[in-house]
């Protein structure tokens, strides 16, 4: 059974615009060269790379349907009931908690049947389902087509997960690090959303003084906090090392949400 969220957030990754052939001849080499990959005829068709990651949405619940993605249309509760997943839209008016706790919930010590239990919150003045149904469910693909055609015109990652479950911050880490470590080689890695002193939405080094978030241990315990700033390796860091900027090119995305955890 995989979880399904409703909180729609997207990051962004580009690299030059696909209309871009080359960098202008002003450009150094290096920024010439960028994006064409050696390969046995010694150039590659690839000169462009653009990672579309849809966040807190699980493949169940956004691609459900999609063949080779191994999308299922039940799942179990608390009580080890066999539970329908019902078509909900794409914009239902309902927020399922996604911090590491909640996870822990969900997972319930691996036997992946606490999606009853998990906290979620209805908009006001909306209908929405039960509690204990909000997260079986899945977008209806007349809803999503678009989503659906470029995952399979391209390639897709059904099986592609964090180390450390939780909300935006760690997992835009991964996305640029492929962790969530406070440095390179440390054992603490951040577990949740950063909150200013204020309780407010806030993260990376720009955030507010006394600002904090939650960090993991290798156990899977969070009782320890650090500021939201970290120096490690990165994609972004590779490419600049290698000079492999192009005029035009671009990074977005996204520190926090408007909804992290109830």
Known sequence: MHRARFLTLFVITALASCSQSSAPPSSPPSARSAGQGRGLSGTSPIQH??????????????????????????????LGETVPLHPRPLTAPYFIGHSHTNFEIEYAGGQLNGFDLV?????????????????????????????????????????????NQGPSFPAHQYLLSGTSTIYDGALLRAAESPRTLHLTNTGGCNSPSGSTVALIDQYGNENQAGYPCFYRNSLIALIMARSRTMEGSFVMFSTSSTFTSL
Not at 57 to 77: I, Y
């Open 49 to 78: 790379v653009v990672i579309v990651v849809q966040e807190n949405r699980t493949t169940n619940d956004l691609f459900n349907g999609l063949p080779g993605a191994g999308t299922v249309r039940m799942g179990q509760n608390s």
């Open 119 to 163: 906290a979620s919150r209805c908009k006001q003045h909306r209908k929405c389902p039960l509690p204990g149904a909000r997260a079986y469910g899945y977008v209806p693909e007349r809803e999503v087509r678009p989503y659906f055609v470029m995952a399979q015109q391209y390639a897709f990652g059904a099986n592609m997960f964090e180390t």
